[in-house]
């Protein structure tokens, strides 16, 4: 399985915006690019997900490197409720695949 | 609209005692389903999923068991809990590669 990397931690001050990485150098060519977030004490929420185009909605922004390898997701305003651990996770569209989570990236918003 | 379902909230329980848990989704058919834990200050893990009626994966070797006895109809058991049984455990569904919607969760605690 195609497996992805992001940092630990990270900060950022409240309403500036926020870039949060993912390395995903194995992705094969039918894999999506999902990200998930987990606020304190709820289960994970759906955020978004793309393919090889840039996505945006109204919660976030994903920027999908042209050789794909690497993503990033955007939150453009940083609020204290965007305090959370973000998880990036790869999909393959074709199977009905179980969602295996990492350890995800914990991010701190400072006020 | 689609609803996932889970009960009780927490639980406290003594070591040995049985359990289970009960997930129900509505709104959608013949969904994926999946069991995941989540230790105090750990990652999501895999427990079990299913992909139907009676039919059930399980990804880690433990003293649980999953049985899908009704199509939006998931339940988590155990005939003899452990202090390591201790966690939150979320429900979730998906219909295959897509959006993965997670339930609100029971934390256990097993004293």
Known sequence: DAKTTQPNSMESNEEEPVHLPCNHSTISGTDYIHWYRQLPSQGPEYVIHGLTSNVNNRMASLAIAEDRKSSTLILHRATLRDAAVYYCILRDRNRDDKIIFGKGTRLHILP | ?111
């Open chain 2, 1 to 111: 609209s689609q609803t996932i379902h889970q009960w009780p909230a927490t639980l406290v329980q003594p070591v040995g005692s049985p359990l289970s848990l009960e997930c129900t989704v509505e709104g959608t058919s013949n969904p994926n389903l999946y069991w995941y834990r989540q230790a105090a200050g750990r990652g999501l893990q895999l427990l079990f999923y299913s992909v139907g009626i009676g039919q059930i994966s399980s990804e880690v070797p433990q003293n649980l068991s999953a049985s899908r006895p009704q199509d939006r109809q998931f339940i988590l058991s155990s005939k003899k809990l452990l202090l390591s049984d201790s966690g939150f455990y979320l429900c979730a569904w998906n219909l295959g590669a897509n959006e993965q919607f997670f339930g609100p969760g029971t934390r256990l605690t097993v004293l």
